[in-house]
């Protein structure tokens, strides 16, 4: 199945090894005092709002009973009901979902869309899994947490390790609990049955805008800048296709088993080919291999992390030769190592900027669900551009008037927003 964001995870260093929790606070708590953030707003973003652990039984395809663990953490929801994916993984934590709803808060308010943030996650290992344990899985999941989702609550979507084959199962349990079918419940669904057309691609193409914004801002011409893409899943393969229809050279790419090189440029159709039958990049003879770190190193004008966290660390940063750096994944550049790429001039366009084209296409979807109308895919991409585009301008903007890097300019209008919702709307009772 078509899966999100899988390539070789490098360890972090032990100097490193904060939770992902911790690095999200920290990003937060950088920008409370710049903000000069009222101590008690503060203080409830800080935390998640509300979080469920689940431990449920699945019943395996040998007949054993097995009990997985999930989450759901909402971490915020004064501009709107809660959004974010659901990931299933082997090291899916709550520490991890946590950290990837507290960032949905900020990716939402940043585009401006009406939603607050939250983050589902199921540890197991979906590659030993079989399909019917999957759904299986996916149902029980499901119910256990269908006491706080909903169209107006909180509404899922795809992540890591899931697609529109699991948000179709995750409606049909959900409608089938109430009674009858509610589309507006999750996106990244099957058009059949309510998805938006371009919700697939809408995380990759909204990397290629911020690239290209990035790229006009730096004086960088897209046409023919090399960029190197980590990741082969949903979001890095399609972001490395509408690059290079952009008119860059996609001269790196890697996933699980190994990395691709080629100066003169990789052809993402026989990549995605050979991939697809050899069930890997490295299949595609054209180029050199690499190993999945150097992919990080290698010469090239624009690095794309769209695996997953901790991939940027303080003890590769200062060999990155990119001068842009977009993040596709949610997480993938540590503290230490924003710093070190900062000091060193490289200009990154920050995960919750970056990545926001997939909620941005998930937004649109809920409302054409709830609208039972439905829009073409020209009138999705020209929105999409648009939301991003402008966010993209404005985040600049505040970066180049506070002399600040772009990532704290976007956490600086996203903890702006959501303040403000506290501030007009009060404090209950
Ligand atoms: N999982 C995606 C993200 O991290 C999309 C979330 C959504 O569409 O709600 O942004």
């Not at 800080?46 to 979080?51: A, I, V």
């Not at 624009?302 to 990155?320: C, F, G, K």
């Not at 084209?357 to 439905?374: A, M, P, R």
């Amino acid at each position: 199945m078509g899966v999100h964001g899988m390539t070789g995870v490098q360890e972090a260093p032990a100097q490193e090894s904060l939770g992902a929790y911790e690095i999200a606070v920290q990003q937060f708590d950088a920008v409370v005092e710049r903000l000069q953030l009222d101590p008690g707003i503060a203080a409830i973003l800080r935390q998640p709002k509300r979080e469920l652990s689940v431990n449920f039984p699945v019943k395996m395809d040998d007949g054993s009973l097995h009990v997985f663990t999930g989450y759901r953490v909402q971490h915020n929801m004064i501009r709107g009901p809660a959004k974010g994916g659901i990931r299933y993984g082997p090291n899916v934590t709550l520490d991890e979902v946590r950290a990837l709803a507290m960032w949905m808060t900020w990716k939402c308010a940043v585009v401006g869309i009406p939603f607050g943030g939250a983050k589902g996650g199921v540890c197991c290992d979906p590659k030993a899994l079989s399909l019917r344990e999957l759904e299986n899985l996916t149902r029980r999941y499901i119910s256990e947490i269908s006491l706080v989702i909903g169209p107006e609550i909180d509404i899922p979507a795809p992540d890591m390790n899931t697609n529109p084959q699991v948000m179709a199962w995750v409606m049909d349990t959900y409608s089938m609990q109430k009674g009858y079918s509610i589309p507006a419940c999750v996106t990244g669904k099957p058009v059949s049955i309510g998805g938006s057309e371009g919700r697939l691609e809408a995380t990759g193409r909204g990397i290629m805008a911020m690239a290209r914004k990035a790229c006009q801002h730096t004086g960088l011409p897209l046409t023919g800048a090399r960029v190197a893409v980590q990741g082969f899943g949903n979001v890095g393969s399609v972001a490395a296709r509408a690059l290079q229809q952009a008119g860059a050279t996609i001269v790196g790419l890697s996933d699980m088993d190994g990395a691709i090189y080629n100066e003169r440029g990789i052809d993402i159709d026989a990549a995605s080919a050979a991939a697809k039958e050899h069930g890997s990049l490295v299949a595609y003879r054209q180029a050199q291999r690499l190993g999945n770190a150097e992919l990080l190193t290698c010469a090239c004008d624009v690095l794309v992390p769209a695996a997953v966290e901790n991939q940027i660390t303080a003890s590769n940063a200062d060999r990155i030769q990119a001068r842009i750096v977009v993040e596709g994944a949610n997480g993938p550049t540590t503290p230490s190592a924003d710093s070190i790429l900062r000091r060193r001039g490289v200009l990154i366009v920050p995960d919750i900027l970056a990545n926001a084209g997939g909620v941005t296409v998930s937004y649109f979807e809920w409302v054409q669900d709830l609208q039972s109308f439905f829009w073409t895919e020209e009138e999705i991409n020209a929105r999409l551009f648009n939301i991003m585009e402008r966010a993209f301008d404005s985040v600049l903007a505040l970066s180049l008037r506070e002399g600040v890097d772009l990532r704290t300019a976007a956490y600086m209008q996203a903890v702006s927003k959501v303040a403000e919702g506290y501030i007009v709307r009060g404090i209950y009772p």
